[in-house]
């Protein structure tokens, strides 16, 4: 994999060359693609099935699988008509696709374990694994000292209360052989949490990399260099990202709907890793919003391509699935972290049934 600062070096590059956003909208139609209308094959409008889809949270960078798929038509080809909307976190688009307000939704593998257990009458199932490594991650400075998790004990650490990353802290801790007890954690709203750190006034935070990193070193002046990232998949916690999700009722009285879905999102997501540039350019093309930051973009892309959409695991399995042994020792971790009564099977939780064959899924 190409390290993170050459990533992010080509993407800028690329940026400066002409990437610039323009005012913008946070719905889009496969119908309404120039690549879609020009594609010979693909049915007429009136033939397509409508989709909803909710992103996690805004629309970045890190959603060139859905642009692509969009822009390209692939949505089209399977007979799809996909318009989405932006998120407002994991825990709010889980809620969302299991209401029915949308058909097929991203959010927190994790998150949706626990939304199971609250809600049993409204049982939803992960379809495809977007990240297959997480984004949880403890980020301190690196004059503190603090040079690894272990020597969190006696910090003082910001976060949202709900920050998952920071609701996992005992489980990490336990790894790494640290008392959780000892850290004391500041509530703090999730546009203050970086500067709290760039201010002095938080030992360390957690967070999502791609959420925090690009705003520290480009928005707050502190470098890599700077920084110390604890990531839990490299402490004990071999945790996957993001996953497309639908509801159990949905995938199961539509299963060509979300297989059609999985197909055009995973073959986006194969065309992302392959050129980062182009992928980037589709991002910025299909965002057409002005308050779309090219150069925070680059970064977040890059620590994604480095980080998390690919590992070992994916070099062998292909794209979009689990291991199942990996996932249930992750759920067992959750289960422990978020003090819930019941553990799911791995079954419970992810439905290989939309996957495309792995020979297609592979790199």
Known sequence: MMPIRSIAGSLL?????????????TEVSTTESPAAEETAAAPDAAELTPVKFTLSWLFQAVDAPLAIALEKGYFAEEGLDVTYERGFGSADSITKIAAGQYDIGEGDLYSMIEFNEQNPDSQLVAVAIKFNRSPFAIVTKAESGIDSPAKLEGANLAAPAGDGPRRLWPVLAQEVGATADSVEWTNVEPQLRESLLAQGNADG?????????????????????????????????????NALIVRK????????????????YLQGLKEALADPEAALAVVTEVADDELFDVAIESERMAIAMDRLYTSPEVETMGLGGVDPDRLSATIDQVVEGFGLANTPSVEDVFDSSALPPQEERML
């Open 13 to 25: 590059l690329a940026a400066t060359l002409g990437l610039v956003a323009c005012g913008g909208a």
């Open 205 to 241: 935070i957690s967070c999502f990399s791609i959420s925090c990193l690009p705003v520290l070193h480009q928005k707050l002046g502190l470098p890599p260099e700077d920084l110390n990232v604890f990531y839990y998949n490299d402490h004990g916690l071999d945790l996957y990202g």
């Open 249 to 264: 009722d949905f995938l199961a009285e539509n299963p060509e709907v979300v297989q059609g879905f999985v197909a055009a």
